[in-house]
C-alpha cells in the first residue's frame, strides 16, 4: 500500500473467467471517509470486483491491499427471508456470525445491537420479521449487519436496486453519515451514478472494456464523460443538484474519472 492512511488499495487487478475478462488492469485507492461510487450496467465486473476485494474471487493477476476490517452488504440476501428472523436478530448475527441456538446475547452485545439499530433508524421495525419489511427497512437492517463490528471499509452491492425514490434517498443520506462522521470508507455499486452524486467523492466505473477511476467532480463533467465514451452526454446542474443524462439509457454511460489525468482502462 502506498500511503499508510488508505483504506482500500486495488492495484493492476485482473480477473477473468474461462473465455471471458472481465476486469483488467484496475487501481485505485480509497481514504478514509471517502464514498466511492462502483458504476456500470449489467454484467461490467462491479459484484466481481467487490468478491475480488473480498477475497471471494482470485485475481488473475494485481492485488488488493486492506487496512482494517470490511462489511459487506451483498446482492443476494444470504439468510432466507422466511425464517422467523426479527430485524434485531439480523443486526445481532453480525456480531455472532451465522450461529444459531446461541443462550441469550450479553447485555454488551443487546447494547452494540441496540444502538447499531439506532444508527440506520431501524429501532421502529426492530421487532419485525425481516421478511415483512419494505426494501428499504431490509436494506438499512442489512447494513445494520455488515457494520456492527465497526469495519472500516463498507461495500455495498447494488444495495438502492428496488428501491423507491425516497427509500434511495434515506440509504443514500445513511451511507454519507457513517462516511461522514465516522470516517467509514464506502464503496457502492450502483447502475445508476444520479443518486449518489451528491455524496460520491470518487468514481469507479466499469463499462464496455473499460475501466476508469477518478475524482467525482473532475470526472462528472459534459466534456469528460462526452469525450470518454464518444457520444454527447449532459450533465446539468440544477437546484444546487447535478445530473447526467445521456441520449440513451442511463445506465448505460460509459462514465469515466481519474484525477491526474483521466485515465481509462481497456477491457478486451
Ligand atoms: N463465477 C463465474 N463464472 C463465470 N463467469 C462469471 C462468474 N461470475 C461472473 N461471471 C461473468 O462475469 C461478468 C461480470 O459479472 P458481474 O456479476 O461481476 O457483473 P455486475 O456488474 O455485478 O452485473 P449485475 O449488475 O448484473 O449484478 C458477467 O459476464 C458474468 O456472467
Do not use: W
Not at 468478491?51 to 482494517?68: D, F
Not at 444508527?119 to 456492527?148: K, N, P, W, Y
Amino acid at each position: 500500500m502506498s500511503t499508510l492512511t488508505e483504506t482500500l488499495n486495488v492495484s493492476a487487478l485482473s480477473v477473468a473467467f474461462p473465455g471471458r475478462q472481465v476486469l483488467k488492469d484496475v487501481s485505485f485507492s480509497l481514504m478514509p471517509g471517502e464514498v466511492c461510487g462502483l458504476i456500470g450496467s449489467n454484467g461490467s465486473g462491479k459484484t466481481t470486483l467487490l468478491r475480488t476485494i473480498l477475497g471471494l474471487q482470485a485475481a488473475t493477476s494485481g492485488a488488493v491491499h486492506l487496512n482494517g476490517a470490511v462489511g459487506y452488504v451483498p446482492q443476494k440476501i444470504a439468510f432466507d427471508m422466511d425464517m422467523p428472523l426479527r430485524a434485531r436478530d439480523v443486526v445481532g448475527l453480525g456480531l455472532d456470525g451465522n450461529r444459531f441456538g446461541l443462550p441469550l446475547p450479553s447485555l454488551g452485545k443487546r447494547r452494540k445491537v441496540e444502538a447499531m439499530l439506532r444508527a440506520v433508524g431501524a429501532e421502529a421495525f426492530a421487532d419485525q420479521r425481516v421478511g415483512d419489511l419494505s426494501g428499504g427497512q431490509q436494506q438499512r437492517v442489512l447494513i445494520a449487519h455488515a457494520m456492527i463490528r465497526r469495519p472500516r471499509l463498507l461495500l455495498l452491492d447494488e444495495p438502492l436496486a428496488n428501491l423507491d425514490v425516497r427509500a434511495v434517498a434515506d440509504i443514500v443520506g445513511l451511507l454519507h453519515r457513517f462516511a461522514r462522521d465516522e470516517g467509514v470508507t464506502v464503496l457502492v455499486s450502483a447502475h445508476d451514478m444520479n443518486p449518489l452524486l451528491g455524496v460520491m467523492d470518487r468514481i469507479v466505473y466499469l463499462a464496455q472494456g473499460r475501466a476508469a477511476t477518478g475524482k467525482t467532480e473532475e470526472v462528472v463533467r459534459t466534456e469528460v464523460l462526452s469525450r470518454l465514451y464518444g457520444h454527447h452526454i449532459d450533465v446539468i446542474r440544477v437546484h444546487g443538484r447535478v445530473l447526467v443524462i445521456a441520449a440513451g439509457a442511463a445506465d448505460e454511460i460509459p462514465i469515466a474519472i481519474e484525477k491526474h489525468p483521466v485515465h481509462v482502462c481497456e477491457i478486451p
